[in-house]
T-cell receptor
Framework: DTAVSQTPKYLVTQMGNDKSIKCEQNLGHDTMYWYKQDSKKFLKIMFSYNNKELIINETVPNRFSPKSPDKAHLNLHINSLELGDSAVYFC??????????????FGPGTRLTVT | DAKTTQPTSMDCAEGRAANLPCNHSTISGNEYVYWYRQIHSQGPQYIIHGLKNNETNEMASLIITEDRKSSTLILPHATLRDTAVYYCIVSRMNYGGSQGNLIFGKGTKLSVKP
């Protein structure tokens, strides 16, 4: 069974559109994350989120917003897409909470192309 | 910014040990050394972590110098499937908040050749 899954795997859309990427983890983890990997392969954290707090990387535009309907899901909504948003987006999860976590489990990634 | 320095690329013959170095001279006392790898077109995968002592698991060994300013990841018998970008990361233990977030650098691209 897939531990961290993302849909869709590929997403092609036009500038100005609004899109969402879904993420689900079946590991019972308390904390979930979104990362962006750009064309130069740099992997940067965008958000970390658990039931207590949302930590936003200050460099992330407010067009990006994570939404968590429940502990197992953290979806990424992107408004008014721009060309520079083209990248691979990875979701991840870790135990978090009261127990320390040394391992993050990553999803397979969603390749977003904005035309 | 990443707090580690790694070589950009390395080659290794299949079946031989791959030794990947990492410098982290500014590491703090409560920071761990983590290693992740990213195989082409996949999400990063956790390999191993350590604080002071050397560590070994089914995937690799981690050797940390006594002063903790550098470490080496050892893949004892590299296979073609170990070809990937290997990231050395220094971070606090993660308790679900902002502390302990992983900051990925450029990593080392390891090519295992037949």
């Amino acid at each position: 069974d897939t531990a961290v899954s993302q849909t869709p795997k590929y997403l092609v859309t036009q500038m100005g559109n609004d899109k969402s990427i879904k993420c689900e983890q079946n590991l019972g983890h308390d904390t979930m994350y979104w990362y962006k990997q750009d064309s130069k392969k740099f992997l940067k954290i965008m958000f970390s989120y658990n039931n207590k707090e949302l930590i936003i990387n200050e460099t992330v535009p407010n067009r990006f917003s994570p939404k968590s309907p429940d502990k197992a899901h953290l979806n990424l909504h992107i408004n008014s897409l721009e060309l520079g948003d083209s990248a691979v987006y990875f979701c991840a999860s870790s135990q978090g909470g009261q127990a320390p976590s040394y391992e993050q489990y990553f999803g397979p990634g969603t390749r977003l192309t904005v035309t | 910014d990443a707090k580690t320095t790694q070589p950009t690329s390395m080659d290794c013959a299949e079946g031989r040990a791959a030794n990947l170095p990492c410098n982290h001279s500014t590491i703090s006392g409560n920071e761990y050394v983590y290693w992740y790898r990213q195989i082409h077109s996949q999400g990063p995968q956790y390999i191993i972590h350590g604080l002071k002592n050397n560590e070994t698991n089914e995937m690799a060994s981690l050797i940390i110098t006594e002063d903790r300013k550098s470490s080496t990841l050892i893949l004892p018998h590299a296979t073609l499937r170990d070809t990937a970008v290997y990231y050395c990361i220094v971070s606090r233990m993660n308790y679900g908040g902002s502390q302990g977030n992983l900051i990925f650098g450029k990593g080392t691209k390891l090519s295992v050749k037949p």
